[in-house]
């Protein structure tokens, strides 16, 4: 099996970070930036830290429902090293070294190459699909909550009318996107290989309402559990904000970084901050401290990820076929 070629895609990962560098020398004014930045809080961002374990367990979690349900027999602790170590190449600027190391580790589990990226692709997918939940959200919350500021009983209305169209049509939206996943991982899986289509039809004839429920309620609240953190890092700052708010920033984000064009979401994670903050109140150079926290927490978060490394180094054939994909 042939890996995706990577040629000019590879600049993208440093548009982001362009953008950031935008930012600091023409939008806002480093030195109230820095100061702010100086000022946090050590024991918020202490506390912060501790849904790193919590937050890799989840996506670990939805992995392995995921593998469960076309019968890949891989512990949910291997998941969890494997995962933690994909992260943890992650921070280096090779866009998709994360899903190749993830790759080459299952098969180092005497997983085939195609079923590997079979559950490869369910967990991106899911992860999108909470991603945009998040986004959709988002794009509620914002203009409700803009006009409620005038018109308070808006936001009771508009809630209430959400409610009722899914309650009433509920079944019209399940079934409507179990179709459109069908036909998106019909034709998904055409690119990765043969001799998926056992795999495909246990994976349908197992996944019902309830597992796509809780695979979904798993990526929405690892969506809330980042927002969770960044509201967190905020207080840090000194910035008072909802949590309600922090969640539907993380929408936004979640949907502006779905293409690569950036490194852990720096440049776009503070480019959406300046457009939402200053709706708080807030100066653009609190967005962008706020946005820089953030970053900094994640490559943190990332390089915890170097203990499993350490313990279980990638396999030699995906050291080879990384040098090959990135460097040839």
């Not at 362009?18 to 030195?31: A, G």
């Not at 690569?260 to 401290?289: D, F, K, N, W, Y």
Request: charge should be positive; charged fraction near 15%.
């Amino acid at each position: 099996m042939n890996l995706p070629i990577i040629g000019w895609k590879k600049l993208l990962k440093f548009l982001g970070p362009l953008l950031f560098v935008f930012f600091v020398i023409r939008v806002v004014d480093p030195n109230k930036t820095l100061d702010l930045l100086k000022n946090i809080d050590p024991i918020l961002v202490l506390l912060s830290m501790i849904f790193f374990p919590l937050l890799m367990y989840l996506r670990s979690l939805r992995w392995w429902m995921i593998s469960q349900q076309i019968d890949l027999e891989i512990p949910l602790n291997r998941l969890f090293q494997i995962n933690y170590i994909a992260w943890f190449l992650g921070n280096l600027p090779l866009g998709g070294i994360s899903a190749v190391s993830k790759f080459f580790y299952l098969k180092d589990e005497g997983i085939t190459a195609s079923r590997a990226f079979f559950s490869l692709t369910l967990d991106k997918l899911f992860d999108i699909g909470g991603t945009v939940v998040l986004g959709f959200y988002a794009l509620y919350y914002f203009p409700t909550n803009l006009v409620a500021a005038k018109i308070p009983w808006i936001f009771i209305i508009t809630t209430a009318l959400f409610i009722i169209i899914g309650l009433a049509s509920g079944k019209k939206i399940w079934l409507g996107s179990k179709q459109l996943l069908r036909r998106y991982l019909n034709k998904k899986l055409q690119q990765i290989g043969s001799n998926l289509e056992n795999d495909l039809k246990l994976f349908w004839s197992t996944s019902g309402l309830s597992f796509f429920v809780k695979i979904m309620a798993l990526s929405v609240g690892l969506g809330i559990l980042r927002s969770l953190v960044m509201y967190i890092i905020a207080h840090a700052i000194g910035l008072s904000v909802s949590l309600a708010f922090m969640i539907a920033c993380t929408g936004l984000i979640g949907l502006a970084t779905i293409i690569p064009i950036s490194i852990s979401g720096l440049g776009i994670r503070e480019a959406v901050l300046l457009l939402t903050l200053p709706l708080m109140g807030h100066s653009r150079e609190a967005a962008l401290a706020l946005g820089f926290a953030v970053f900094l927490w994640t490559i943190l978060f990332k390089f915890s990820g170097i203990y499993f490394w350490i313990k279980s180094p990638l396999p030699l054939k995906g050291i080879d076929a990384i040098k090959r994909r990135f460097f040839t």
